[in-house]
């Protein structure tokens, strides 16, 4: 059974806590009433529950720094339950990590720093964007993962608890969170993982929007923790009658869970802590009213006086008690000194080891580590774009430390792991297959695609090193919530999606993609590079890799595709431009332009030697990434695709709503409008009309739009 503390747990002097800690954790409950009136909406609820337990954890618990929120050696700390953004915003503030009380006074408004969901990037201090309930959860998982690789680059055989590279990561979830399937995913991989340097703390207070949470959950979520492989605890502040006044926050016992959740170093602990939402607000605690909406002026004014503060006044701190918070600024810089000295003694024992922190502490890649990019000779059979990213892998695992990634449970699908790098897995759930240990590289996610998107985020914004992850394509649908999230906090996620069209033949509609690069294609920030054959996937990862502002998906083939002769045609260098002109019209000056991605651009060039056999000039245009092809300036759009030119034909084996901007009125797509079929690859693109005589037809249908041709149009 999970461990119970009570009143009994011993008091620390190391804990220490006062009447004026008393007092700053009241004032965290007025400021987060008094933020969300003025607001008019917000959550104010949990910001109150959850003062004693942020306080804490800010105050007495953390290696933090506010002068410096991007310390390498601090200890992380992820609010899953973003909708309580006051929770992080009130500690930030009182500790001094620059925001003011006109920040919290500004809550949810336009151009402030405290936005509705805490928003990385954009407010020192919040490590990661949180509000699509879950997600932090798996973003824990993810720095705990990134800060034991970062520890297996840097120092592996440094003393236990002794390395400048030791710290914790702090996790706060609600009932919410745990109720997202992504958070089962997450936890059970950081069972598996035995993260013993990640604590979760849960607020189990049994109340959401729609009130009391036993209407939709029953579950015993510490017995479910416990199932995991966690280390679990428990403790109740809910011991006695809340209606008269029994409910005890028993800070001493928190702080024991929490030293005993930091001395198991073998699990992932969870803290189940039961309070009640909006203590003491004394007619809305313990209510759905209180979760998501102001408590009005007269239930402010009744629990200002509970707490002693004067109703009359808001946003009111105590000068003594601003004066003793901000105190954690002066202990912060103390620690980050310590580790310093720590951090300097390292890096004179280790130069290699420590040019590397260096280098990726600035997000820099070596020099010339482009060298490494294979080439591939010409090859009519060719090569699946998914293999030939796998060799890429494999040429990059001795360059580019950094790199590191895995699948979800397709590894030999998905060619993800670099060949000969051990598995990221504690020593004893090594494998035949997969060796490996706490250090090692190559991750193993299960079937758990959106737990690992979110866990590929925690491992990005931990910053040092460089996550992907694979699946198929049409499973891309399961992470989505994950991936628009890389895309908002512009993080530099690989996403390797393969079998990338109806080309994966036999497997059948279920598994075949039509609308996906459509619809990845909607989320903005989001690079969508789908190559047409191996040299332009060779290219693809390095635009992936040199752009750490965002994240990159690649859309691969199962099937093999043709490696274009380089000699004959464009350099595949152009990919790094999105779109670029692969084989130019006879005369110089096309009459129609075929544009395609993926293994359609083989089809392409089939058809332009048809049009040019019958006399029409035609250029084609390889575009495997619309992005960084909109990213060039307007003289290179119209070099590629002159406006005059509005003959038209885009080729891809998808549904055709993203092409819209390129086709124009005049152009035509061969595309897929329906769902795929079980057969082989070659029946279906027959059936359904990626073919070259499709596009000689289509090219025809769209010269004759713009009055190039007159007559019949059929191509055949």
Known sequence: MPEEHTDVAAKSPELNWSDLDKRAVDTVRVLAMD???????????????????????????????????????RDRFVLSCGHSSLTLYIQLYLSG???????????????????????????????????????????????????????????????????????????????????????????????????????????????????????????????????YGWHVQTVDWRTGDADQGDYHENVEALWAAIQAAKAETGRPSFIALRTIIGWPAPNKQNTGKIHGSALGADEVAATKRVLGFDPEKTFDVAPEVIEHTRQVRTRGQEMRAEWQKSFDAWATANDDASALFH???????????????????????????????????????????????????????????????????????????????????????????????????????????????GTFLVFSDYMRGAVRLSALMKIGVVYVWTHDSIGLGEDGPTHQPIEHLTALRAIHGLDVVRPAD?????????????????????????????????????????????????????????????????????????????????????????????????????????????????????????????????LGEAGEAVSIEHYGASAPAKILFEQFGFTADNVVAKANAALAKVGEITGHTTGS
């Open 35 to 73: 933020a969300v009136e003025k607001s008019g909406n917000g959550h104010p609820g949990t910001a109150m529950s959850l003062a004693p337990v942020a306080y804490l954890l800010f105050n007495r618990v953390m290696r933090h720094d506010p002068t410096d929120p991007h310390w390498a050696g």
């Open 97 to 227: 990590y620059g925001l003011e009380i006109d920040d919290l006074a500004a809550l949810r408004q336009w151009d402030s720093l405290t936005p509705g969901h805490p928003e990385y990037g954009h407010t020192p201090g919040v490590e990661v964007t949180t509000g699509p309930l879950g997600q932090g959860i798996g973003n824990a998982v993810g720095m705990a993962m990134a800060a034991r690789r970062e520890r297996g680059l840097f120092d592996p055989t440094g003393e236990p608890g002794a390395s400048p590279f030791n710290h914790n990561i702090f996790a706060i979830c609600s009932d919410g969170d745990i109720e997202e399937g992504v958070s089962h995913e997450a936890s059970a991989i950081a069972a598996v993982q035995k993260l013993g340097n990640l604590t979760l703390i849960y607020d189990d207070n049994e109340i959401s929007i729609e009130d009391d949470t036993r209407i939709a959950k029953n579950e015993d979520v510490a017995a479910r923790y416990e199932a």
């Open 359 to 469: 280098r990726l502490d600035g997000k820099k890649l070596p020099e010339g580590w482009e060298k490494s990019l294979p080439e591939f000779p010409a090859d009519e059979k060719g090569l699946a774009t998914r293999a030939a990213s796998g060799k890429v892998l494999e040429a990059l695992a001795p360059v580019l430390p950094e790199l590191w990634g895995g699948s979800a449970d397709l590894a030999e699908s998905n060619n993800t792991t670099m060949k000969g790098e051990p598995s990221f897995i504690p020593a004893e759930y090594a494998t035949k297959a997969f060796p490996g240990n706490e250090y090692g590289r190559t991750l193993h996610f299960g079937i758990r695609e959106h737990g690992m998107g979110a866990v590929l985020n925690g491992i990005a914004v931990h910053g040092g090193t460089r996550p992907y992850g």
């Open 534 to 662: 191996a040299n332009e996937t060779a290219w693809a990862w390095r635009g992936a890799l040199e752009h750490n502002d965002r994240p990159t998906a690649l859309a691969l083939s199962r099937q093999n595709l043709p490696t274009i002769d380089r000699s004959k045609y464009a350099s595949a260098e152009g990919t790094l431009k999105g779109g670029y002109i692969l084989s130019e019209a006879s005369t110089g000056s096309p009459s129609v332009i075929l544009v395609a991605t993926g293994s359609e651009v083989a089809i392409t060039l089939l058809a332009q030697e048809r049009l040019e056999a019958a006399g029409t000039p035609t250029r084609v245009v390889s575009m495997p990434c619309q992005e960084w092809f909109f990213e060039q300036d307007t003289a290179y759009q119209q070099q590629v695709l002159p406006r005059g030119v509005k003959a038209r034909v885009t080729v891809e084996a998808g549904i055709r709503m993203s092409w819209d901007r390129i």
